[in-house]
Nanobody
Framework: QVQLVESGGGLVQAGGSLRLLCAAS????????MGWFRQAPGKEREFVAA????????YYADSVKGRFTISRDNAKNTVYLQMNSLKFEDTAVYYC?????????????????WGQGTQVTVSS
């Protein structure tokens, strides 16, 4: 099993940047495909980005493509989400999640382990 803890959220103006971190403990992060999801008030949790175990391949939701970058450092057991050119509609609680498998998927039920989330608020 792996435990995930997100950090790095906060309040930022539109057009600004934030870097989210997801720190893992309990098991080597390199075992898992990692994803970032987000959930805005009154909306369902949605896929943001994912990265393969080695970090070679990534995949993004259309809404964040070109603005967000997912990366990982397996030696540090950490996954990152660099968010640039933030928009008001990016406001949400952001969650990292771990998947036992080798392929990137975008559905929440395919990820077995979740962090507690970190709030990102973008002011317009």
């Amino acid at each position: 099993q792996v435990q995930l803890v997100e950090s790095g959220g906060g309040l930022v103006q539109a057009g600004g940047s934030l870097r989210l971190l997801c720190a893992a403990s309990g098991r080597t992060l390199g075992t898992y495909v990692m994803g970032w999801f987000r959930q805005a008030p009154g909306k369902e949790r949605e896929f943001v980005a994912a990265i393969t175990r080695s970090g070679v391949s990534t995949y993004y939701a259309d809404s964040v493509k070109g603005r967000f970058t997912i990366s990982r450092d397996n030696a540090k057991n950490t996954v990152y989400l660099q968010m640039n050119s933030l928009k008001f509609e990016d406001t949400a609680v952001y969650y990292c999640a771990a998947r036992v498998g080798i392929t990137i998927v975008t559905t929440t039920h395919d990820y077995a382990y979740w962090g507690q989330g970190t709030q990102v608020t973008v002011s317009s």
